[in-house]
Structures are given as structure tokens and as C-alpha cells.
């Protein structure tokens, strides 16, 4: 079964500055992507930035980027220019892209709670 | 506005009764899912659907229960049978199940078992 683990229960980064999330996961496939969501106060679940796993460039998408290593399973995510409105949980999440048991599941890490501090 | 809905955004139950919450979506999304999220643990799939008529067991399915009888609604009934209920629970849709496709997530209903 696919595991997603976010080692840091939380986190904190000064408004302006950078902070990297971590994440690593465990699957037996070779074909996936990797997403990470954010989930404001508000509870709404926002997608951040995917990835997959075919891909060897990193993701980015604005001031979120993603460093993909993908022969050590691992899969974190850089928010540069820290901004009041990026506090929130951050979640880590695998899909497989087809075929398996885990086809059309999203299997989510344990979340990281980001706090900005002006 | 396309998007999800869910209702009622805060429930109440007493220790026993059977309740449904709703979840609702306009994106004419043929893929369906629902969601329960505790303190620490991450979000844990409960049931999805691919299609009208079709659902699946996701990795905490006992004590609940779904239907699929139109592509805009997934219902998701908690039963009496559930262990520990209170939770909050989020519904969610993509266009299909292929990983590429992104899964749009509702506002969520937090329920509450006393």
C-alpha cells in the first residue's frame, strides 16, 4: 500500500523569507503524480502545485516549486517571498495514474502546519 | 459559479441515529469521493465513484455507506454502525480518475456525535 509521510507536524517562516516542507512516500509503481494542497483556516482545500512522476523537471507554479527526487521518494515543497496568506496546513498527496489498487486515490500525508510570522 | 456544495456545514447527532450529508457538484464531473479528516491523521478516503451507478470501498468504508444515483450528488449516510463519527468530512470530484486530473474539494461538514 502507498504511504505518504510529512515528518514536520509544524512549521514557521518569517514574512518575505523562504520555507521547505517535506514530504516522502512509498509506492511499488512507477507511474503517479504528487500533489501538494493547502487548507487554510476556511477548511477549503486549495491545490498548490502537482507533479508527475515521469517528469524530471520541477514543478513550479509562481513562489511554490517542488524539489522531486524521485529514486528517494521524496517530495518537498519551497515557498519563497513567505506571504500572510500562506499560513495554513499543507498537505502532501500521491495518486497513482493508472491500473493498481490504488487507481483514482488520492492517499494524503499526515499535513504540516505552516505559520507566517510578519 | 461551477463548484461543490456541501450541506449542512455543521450537524449534530445523538449516539445512534443514522445521518446523511449531502454534496452536490455542477462541474459535470464523472468521478466522485468522500473524505474524513481528523486532527493529525491527514485526509482518509472513505468511498469514490467513477461513474453514475458504480461506487467502491476506499480504506475506512465500515460504518458507512453511499449512493450514486445521479452524477451531480454523492450522498454519504453515517450509520449508527460507526464507531466514531465526529469527524469533519470533505467531498471531492475530478473529471476522471486518471492522476493527472485535479480533485476539486467542497467547503466540508464538521459532525458532531454526542
Known amino acids: 500500500a502507498q504511504t505518504v509521510t510529512q515528518s514536520q507536524p509544524e512549521m514557521s517562516v518569517q514574512e518575505a523569507e523562504t520555507v521547505t516542507l517535506s514530504c516522502t512516500y512509498d509506492?511499488?509503481?512507477?507511474?503517479?503524480?504528487l500533489f501538494w494542497y493547502k487548507q487554510p483556516p476556511s477548511r477549503q482545500m486549495i491545490l498548490v502545485i502537482r507533479?508527475?512522476?515521469?517528469?524530471?523537471q520541477n514543478a513550479t507554479e509562481n513562489r511554490f516549486s517542488v524539489n522531486f527526487q524521485k529514486a528517494a521518494k521524496s517530495f518537498s515543497l519551497k515557498i519563497s517571498d513567505s506571504q500572510l496568506g500562506d499560513a495554513a496546513m499543507y498537505f502532501c498527496?500521491?495518486?497513482?495514474?493508472?491500473?493498481?489498487?490504488?487507481?483514482?486515490?488520492?492517499?494524503f500525508g499526515q499535513g504540516t502546519i505552516l505559520t507566517v510570522h510578519p | 459559479d461551477g463548484g461543490i456544495t456541501q450541506s449542512p456545514k455543521y450537524l449534530f447527532r445523538k449516539e445512534g441515529q443514522n445521518v446523511t450529508l449531502s454534496c452536490e457538484q455542477n462541474?459535470?464531473?464523472?468521478?466522485m469521493y468522500w473524505y474524513r479528516q481528523d486532527p493529525g491523521q491527514g485526509l482518509r478516503l472513505i468511498y469514490y465513484s467513477q461513474i453514475v451507478n458504480d461506487f467502491q470501498k476506499g480504506d475506512i468504508a465500515e460504518g458507512y455507506s453511499v449512493s450514486r444515483e445521479k452524477k451531480e450528488s454523492f450522498p454519504l449516510t453515517v450509520t449508527s454502525a460507526q464507531k466514531n463519527p465526529t469527524a469533519f468530512y470533505l467531498c471531492?470530484?475530478?473529471?476522471?480518475?486518471?492522476?493527472?486530473?485535479?480533485?476539486?474539494f467542497g467547503p466540508g461538514t464538521r459532525l458532531t456525535v454526542t
Open positions: 498527496a500521491y495518486r497513482a495514474n493508472a491500473g493498481g489498487t490504488s487507481y483514482g486515490k488520492l492517499t
Open positions: 462541474l459535470n464531473h464523472d468521478a
Open positions: 471531492a470530484s475530478s473529471i476522471g480518475t486518471g492522476g493527472y486530473y485535479e480533485q476539486y
Open positions: 507533479q508527475e512522476a515521469y517528469k524530471q
Open positions: 509506492t511499488s509503481e512507477s507511474d503517479y503524480y
